[in-house]
């Protein structure tokens, strides 16, 4: 396996200088929680956990997070035992008949993407996704990236069409270090990160490095394969590409694409009134500072910090800002710390 030096994912930093962790849940808006349970724990093989939060939580988190007042409020919370450096899915369930963000999965949308998984087989994940009726966008790639050397790396992805619309990837980084950790007796990780189109690269570092603290680890300009490649873009479509951590951490990082010659605005507004990926939440010591940042570098704050409590998490103070395009952020505070 290569060496830290050679891979540029790896941290340069201290994790002490982190305003805030790694992306510590995605929160999905589904209409389907039993093909949900299919694809997340059959075929990727998390653990799921069901909650109907009471009439005072639920009314919380509606007002909080801006859920649509559907009743009861049901969420499943999938997680991977034992690997921590994993964040969980939050799936919250919504009328089938909202639309989605990401129509037929087109990447030219602005709006999230999905998320990713490190596999250590593709052919045999490949298999059992698709025993369970789920397929991909365009089979299993390969990608290559540039180290600071100059030389390269290739990558082995594939696209699942995973439910309500999200592109879940599964991720081979051949002898680099994964993504994250792999569980060995499943030969799969847990979430290891989530990516998004924006429309406008340099207009989402207000969010990602003012407010989260984060540090651009790694940009590229790619030209797409095509349909091929797995996002469904042209042939040729020119492509932004960054990579987002928290000081010190290789894990839960964030990939923000901008489409430079061909992007389509969302066709509902971001966020959980729609179906497909809804938010994504982190982690700081001092939920106020984050509010301040935010107020300061002039993004929108869609809730003050408020007590509120999570199920599967407990109490937390939280606050949720949003991007120039208006996907949600959830910034919290475990307890009744900051």
């Known amino acids: ?11 340069r930093s201290d994790a002490a200088a982190a305003l ?5 849940a995605l929160t999905i808006a589904s209409g389907d929680l039993q093909a949900t349970r299919r694809f997340y724990q059959g075929a990727l093989g998390l653990v799921p956990e069901s909650y109907t939060p009471g009439d005072a939580v639920a009314w919380a988190l509606i007002e909080h997070w801006g859920l649509l007042p559907t009743w009861p409020l049901r969420m499943v919370v999938f997680r991977r035992p034992g690997l921590d450096d994993a964040f969980e899915l939050r799936v919250i369930e919504v009328p089938r008949t909202l639309p989605v963000m990401r129509p037929h999965y087109v990447g030219e ?3 999230a993407l999905g998320l990713g998984f490190p596999s250590d087989d593709l052919e045999i994940r490949d298999r059992m996704v698709r025993a369970l009726g789920f397929d991909s966008t365009a089979g299993i790639t390969r990608m290559d990236f540039p180290r600071a050397d100059g030389t390269t790396y290739s990558v082995g992805e594939v696209h699942y069409r995973a439910p309500d619309e999200v592109l879940v990837l599964g991720v081979d980084r051949g002898d680099m270090a994964p993504v994250s950790r792999i569980d060995p007796a499943l030969g799969i990780g847990g979430p290891a990160y989530a990516s998004m189109i924006v429309g406008d690269a340099t207009e989402a570092r207000a969010v990602f490095a003012t407010v989260l603290g984060y540090e651009l680890r790694r940009e590229m300009t790619f030209e797409s394969g095509g349909p091929a490649g797995g996002m469904g873009l042209a042939k040729g479509a020119r492509v932004v590409f960054q990579q987002w951590f928290s000081p010190g951490s290789a894990h839960g990082y964030l990939v923000i694409m901008e489409l430079l010659d061909a992007r389509r605005a969302p066709p509902v507004p971001l966020g959980p009134t729609a179906r497909g990926v809804a938010m994504w939440s982190f982690e700081t010591n001092d939920v106020d500072a984050a509010a301040a940042r935010a107020e300061a570098a002039g993004v929108p704050i869609r809730s003050q910090p408020r007590a509120i409590e999570v199920p599967g998490l407990g109490p937390v103070r939280s606050l ?3 991007t120039a395009d208006g996907f949600p952020i959830e910034i919290y505070t475990r307890g009744d710390r900051g």
Do not use: H, K
């Open 20 to 24: 805030c962790s790694p992306l510590r």
């Open 1 to 11: 396996m290569n060496t830290v030096a050679d891979d540029p994912m790896r941290p």
């Open 320 to 322: 949720v800002v949003a």
């Open 109 to 111: 949308y602005i709006g």
